[in-house]
């Protein structure tokens, strides 16, 4: 995961399947020397990328409990269907 830019997930509609979207490196920058990897996926109809800060996870709520990956990805496992 680099400096603020976690892993993006790829979602499918129609499952509702997440998968979180990782490549082993060093975030980008710390290391001038670093070769990164690339990977593919395919993107079909109802198929996205969802994108997120830092920020999202470790946002916390009024019982101090912190908003987390896990959530995170619940929740884009509920929103994810709705968006066509």
Known sequence: MG???PYPFH???ST???IELQVDAYPLGIRA???YSAIETSLEM???IVFC???IFEVHNKQEQMFGFERTETTIQAVCPQVR
Request: proline share 0%; hydrophobic share 35%; charged share 15%.
């Open 3 to 5: 400096v603020g830019c």
């Open 11 to 13: 979602c499918c509609a």
């Open 16 to 18: 509702a399947d997440v």
């Open 33 to 35: 020397e670093t070769v």
């Open 46 to 48: 109802g198929y996205y």
């Open 53 to 55: 800060i830092d920020g």
